[in-house]
């Protein structure tokens, strides 16, 4: 799903993010049998050519380096691998599995009804309330998590952190860092880096707190909010521009000192190259 606005830890470090952050009941939540407390990851590289390929893997262009595709799809073969899981939100057709294998794990308002994103109908959030709810939600996540190593990415990053924003004042900031420390942790364990998805807000929270190793952002140029990412993670942030509302020429986005070196534009689906649509820039 395409969002419009929206130093390396050790597993304990973000474990006691955990703990701080939910008690020791978020601490319990399920781990795979195959998850080792002690698995490294490989860092994003603090250099190349990125792609964002959402919209169905393709081969990619020459000399780029770093290719992010859904939890779905397959890694690009000699690629930085980025595996993108929805991690605050269902994804588009797949509410049904959530309301059978973690129901509580869905947001809903006081009437019992499913809170969908104002901007994404088709998209439920998630309850990160109470520990066990974010236990609940963690469960279901290791799924595509597992998937995400077993299938060789190096790296995943979670969608929709800032969903509390979206939540009606249901969600609160706190019970989502809360987590994603549990995610960072689940990715950690499995060897993966895991990436913070847009939310400036957070400053140096998301890596010191939390435990990100790195971002991926959208439209930080377009919005003025690339250095909230520069300042905290260094050349280690990924910014994807969309092409119907950069609303300047793309010569001039490159010119910008302040913007990440990884800087891409990208239509607003990220369809394949075979659409008459498809757009891929670099600076």
Do not use: M, V
């Given at each position: 799903m395409v969002r419009t606005r929206s130093v390396?830890?050790?597993?304990?470090i973000a474990l006691v993010a955990v703990l701080g952050s939910a008690g020791c009941a978020e601490a319990a939540a399920p781990s795979s049998p195959r998850a080792a407390s002690t698995a490294s990851h490989r860092d994003?590289?603090?250099s190349g050519r990125p792609d964002y390929q959402l919209g169905g893997g393709y081969t990619p262009a020459t000399g780029v380096t770093i290719v992010e595709r859904d939890s779905t799809d397959r890694p690009a073969a000699g690629k930085y691998s980025i595996c993108y899981v929805n991690g605050f939100q269902t994804q588009?057709?797949?509410?049904?599995g959530w309301e059978r294998r973690a129901p509580s794990a869905l947001l809903r308002d006081d009437s019992g009804k499913l809170v969908a994103d104002p901007g994404w109908p088709d998209e439920v959030l998630l309850d990160t309330r109470t520990a066990a709810?974010?236990?609940?939600?963690t469960k279901e996540l290791t799924r595509s998590v597992d998937r995400c190593a077993d299938r060789g990415f190096a790296a995943v990053e979670f969608d929709n952190l800032d969903s509390w924003t979206r939540s009606g004042k249901r969600l609160t900031r706190s019970g989502n860092l809360a987590l994603a420390a549990s995610l960072v942790r689940i990715g950690h364990e499995r060897g993966l880096a895991v990436g913070q998805k847009n939310t400036p807000q957070l400053g140096k929270a998301g890596?010191?707190?939390t435990g990100f190793d790195f971002v991926v952002a959208e439209e930080c140029v377009q919005y003025d909010e690339c250095a909230a990412y520069t300042s905290v993670y260094g050349a280690r942030v990924i910014d994807v521009e969309y092409s119907d509302t950069l609303g300047r020429s793309w010569a001039s986005v490159c010119r910008q000192r302040d913007r990440p070196a990884m800087t891409i534009l990208r239509d607003r689906d990220l369809v394949t190259p075979a659409s008459d649509e498809y757009v891929f820039e670099h600076c």
């Open positions: 390396l830890l050790t597993t304990a994003l590289p603090a588009p057709g797949e509410l049904s709810k974010r236990a609940a939600i890596r010191q707190t």
